[in-house]
């Protein structure tokens, strides 16, 4: 067990090296992306996330993927042991907290060396400590990444980060659901990580296939994303689903995005669903357009005036 600990920590020291030797390139792709008037703002919010690292499931279930067998053998020797022990304490009658409470420290490695930091880990994620996530205090403040060690890609980093830059700053969601809000933020993620790459980023040195859980979903918003980019930026960096809203009517959007919520989930997408998406997205794009329209029209006028 030390020895994994003292192997993944150094794996720690080394991720942050190699993040720290991209970040100015990773600033400068997320300024492209929202726009050179948000730079201090982003630069600030970026450099002030904190990164916590865990020894989760990922890890076991992968394991044979590590091209460092010997590496891979510690970890599976690992788990082995962590499983063991944590179904001891429930054959000794240990109730679920004091289970949880083991898992929790057993898995917890270090936090990203930068600065002095309190954050709360809530029930919520300890639960499921697999993937890579981003938490925050009840309040929407307080933000921490949550990698699990080894199993990430840039894009993943991307992606959590752009969850920092985007979550509203108090309490309550900025989308009416977490399907809406996870397509939205992977569909900018995966722009900023081209950008990053033009501008020659690359955080991690060695590829994984880990495969996506949105790609199968993306096509629910891929249109909306790419008609009404510009709106969408400027709606979760002021934090205003209005601007949203306003722009291509409330009753379009609110059908819409509970259309994405319902076929998100659905395991058969026919064609009727296809074009119901593509109705709401011409109506709203319809409506764009004439509001766009009017808006010019007034301003004429006040020129002409």
Known sequence: ??????????????????????????????????????????????????????????????????????????????????????????????NDSKILHEAVKQSMLTSYPRGSFEYYLHEEFALEPSAATTHFDIDGTNPIIILPIYFITDQIIIHEIDHVLTTPKREGALFPSEEVDELINELIAQDVLKIFRNLGGRILPYELELGNEYDDNLFLMKDFYERFKD?????????????????????????????????????????????????????????????????????LRVVEQ
């Open 1 to 94: 067990m030390n020895l994994i600990k003292k192997q993944s920590n150094e794996w720690i020291q080394n991720f942050c090296e190699w993040y720290n030797a991209k970040q100015n390139i990773l600033f400068e792709a997320f300024i492209e992306y929202y726009g050179e008037e948000e730079r201090e703002k982003l630069i600030k919010e970026i450099d002030d996330i904190p990164f916590l690292f865990l020894l989760s499931d990922v890890a076991y279930l992968n394991c044979k993927n590590i091209p460092d067998d010997y590496f891979a053998k510690r970890l599976e020797l690992y788990f082995k042991h962590n499983r063991l022990f944590l179904n001891s304490l429930a054959r000794k009658g240990a």
């Open 231 to 299: 709106l969408i930026k400027k709606c979760v960096r002021n934090d205003n689903i209005k601007i949203l809203g306003d722009n291509l009517g409330k009753d379009n959007l609110r059908v819409y995005f509970a259309l994405v919520k319902k076929l998100y989930h659905k395991k058969y997408i026919t064609d009727k669903d296809i074009e119901r998406i593509r109705f709401l997205i011409n109506q709203m794009n319809r409506y764009y357009q004439t509001k766009k329209t009017q808006y010019n029209r007034i301003r």
